[in-house]
């Protein structure tokens, strides 16, 4: 999982990227002490060894703006913000960092974190700990730590034929970057309100759900897709079991604690489309 975050110039570090540099790992450090797995190595996929070997942390320079990075995003040239050791299976880490520097003052910090041990949920938790450690200087001892405790709750299992790398694909993919400004999202929840299912005319549609909803409408006109009872279509999205257990557990339980639900929409007999 990756993500790039990026900052405006501040008046405090503008001139000075050392100090910017030093307030950045300073501040991570503190996060891993309590992130503690982070600073591990996996081990043969089965669990992480805790020997704090630490994050790697990349700084580079780019030469151009901030700005013309955000107005003109390119997904490839958006990859060179991001460290690649992640990727380095025979280093088997779980977390990398690269801070990107622009001329303008700007900042990008690119953040990995290994699938094999988070989900998003477990990302984010990390990602806003450690701005608010850079922001306020110190760990805010009346937060609550990360709950290590997913074991415990989940006991480990090793189903036949399951592997980690199932899934990851390592050739080259065409993307794209589609954005949908909120008052558009909100368009389509009203324009599905009222759809095929009886359980979603007592309800508006939540942004997933109406958007989900959309892009399969698209994929069925694009593809030109018709009617074949031969033919299963599935729909995939990762849901958050955290809220849903029962009893739920906190957004502090850190690992992957999450189901993919499966939806199976189909395509209506004049090729049209009927929603999930």
């Given at each position: 999982m990756h993500l790039v975050y990026f900052?405006?110039?501040?008046?405090?570090f503008i001139s000075n990227p050392a100090e910017s540099n030093?307030?950045?790992k300073k501040?991570?450090?503190?996060?891993?002490s309590k992130f503690y797995p982070l600073a591990g190595r996996l081990i043969d996929d089965l669990y992480v060894d805790c020997n704090d070997e630490g994050v790697p942390y990349v700084e580079a320079m780019a030469n151009c703006s901030l700005s013309q990075v955000i107005t003109n995003p390119v997904v490839k040239n958006t990859d060179k913000l991001l460290p690649r050791k992640v990727d380095d299976v025979a280093q088997n880490l779980c977390m990398a960092v690269q801070v990107?520097?622009?001329?303008?003052?700007?900042?990008a910090v690119g953040l990995v974190i290994s699938h094999k041990i988070a989900d998003g949920s477990?990302?984010?938790?990390?990602?806003?700990?450690?701005a608010a450690v850079a922001r306020n200087g110190n760990y805010d001892d009346d937060v609550p730590g990360p709950k290590f405790e997913g074991a415990k709750?989940?006991?480990?299992?090793?189903?036949?034929?399951f592997k980690p790398s199932t899934g990851i694909v390592k050739e080259e993919l065409v993307t794209k970057i589609f954005t949908f400004p909120a008052s558009k999202i909100s368009a389509l929840q009203e324009r599905y309100s009222?759809?095929?299912s009886e359980f979603l005319q007592q309800r508006l549609p939540t942004r997933v759900e109406a958007l989900s909803a959309f892009i399969w409408t698209r994929l069925v006109s694009a593809m030109e897709l018709k009617a074949d009872p031969n033919k299963i279509y599935t729909v995939l999205h990762a849901v958050n079991l955290r809220t849903r257990l029962d009893p739920p557990l906190s957004e502090y339980h850190f690992g992957n604690i999450y189901w993919l639900a499966k939806a199976m929409p189909t395509v209506g007999a004049d090729g049209g489309t009927e929603l999930f």
């Open positions: 900052y405006e110039p501040h008046p405090k030093l307030h950045l501040s991570l450090s503190q996060v891993l990107t520097y622009f001329q303008c003052g700007g900042t477990s990302f984010f938790l990390v990602a806003n700990s450690w709750i989940f006991a480990p299992q090793d189903p036949d034929g009222g759809g095929a």
